[in-house]
């Protein structure tokens, strides 16, 4: 069995300051985490991915994930945010079974870009 | 590179008429699944395909039914449509590996999505 928890369901930052989103997952096996991000009216883009390399985990636009195993988290960061930034993110565990991947996605955190 | 393909992209029904959506996966992608995402919720699986064969299902009302051809590309068959089915609905595509597990990262590649409206 495998679970997210999307801590938050809204995080509101003004523009140029730290974002904070944060995950934990539970899973009975070793998981592949991801960070989808969707702007309105869009479809899911990949932001980054781990799939058991290193834990720090760097993606696009800015955005970066650390996994930690003790903590079973993977909370996504971004050092200065930008209005462009504003969306709904959504963190997903897969995790293999005789070849077939169990996707589970968290219930979404909305982001908030103040100007 | 090559996408995830849905059609279309908009669609409008009236209540208890059937809707037929098209998903093209990713070229050499094995696996389709399906998602259903309702005003402001989160994604919900619906169905996922294996070479052809359905490899697990989830929260797919009876009315819903799909399938994968040949060709992998699957279709979401949608009947006696009720005004909560509105929604955006997901296809992703997956390489679920051969040989080893180890060719599979479990990443997902979303399509746009086809967004359903019934009157």
């Known amino acids: 069995a495998q679970s997210v928890t999307q801590l938050d369901s809204h995080v509101s930052v003004s523009e140029g300051t730290p974002v904070l989103l944060r995950c934990n997952y539970s899973?009975?096996?070793?998981?592949?985490l991801f960070w989808y991000v969707q702007h309105p009216n869009k479809g899911l883009q990949l932001l980054l991915k781990?799939?058991?390399?290193?834990?720090l985990v760097k993606g696009i636009n800015g955005f970066e994930a650390e996994f930690k195993k003790s903590e079973t988290s993977f909370h996504l960061t971004k050092p200065s945010a930008h209005m462009s930034d504003a969306a709904e993110y959504f963190c997903?565990?897969?995790?293999?079974?005789?070849?077939?991947?169990?996707?589970?996605f968290g219930t979404g955190t909305k982001l908030q870009v103040i100007p | 590179a090559a996408g995830v393909i849905q059609s279309p992209r908009h669609l409008i029904k009236e209540k208890r008429e059937t809707a037929t959506l098209k998903c093209y996966p990713i070229?050499?992608?094995?696996?389709v699944y399906w998602y259903q995402q309702g005003p402001g919720q989160d994604p919900q699986f619906l169905i996922s395909?294996?070479?052809?064969?359905?490899?697990d299902k989830g929260s797919i009302p009876d009315r819903f039914s799909a399938q994968q051809f040949s060709d992998y590309h699957s279709e979401l068959n949608m009947s006696s449509l009720e005004l909560g089915d509105s929604a955006l609905y997901f296809c992703?595509?997956?390489?679920?590996?051969?040989?080893?597990?180890?060719?599979?990262?479990?990443?997902?590649?979303f399509g746009e999505g086809s967004r359903l409206t019934v009157l």
């Open positions: 899973s009975s096996y070793s998981p592949s």
């Open positions: 781990y799939t058991s390399a290193a834990t």
């Open positions: 997903v565990v897969s995790v293999g079974s005789g070849g077939y991947q169990k996707v589970t």
């Open positions: 992703a595509s997956s390489l679920r590996g051969g040989v080893t597990q180890r060719q599979s990262t479990g990443e997902l590649f």
């Open positions: 395909f294996y070479e052809k064969m359905q490899s």
């Open positions: 070229p050499r992608h094995d696996t």
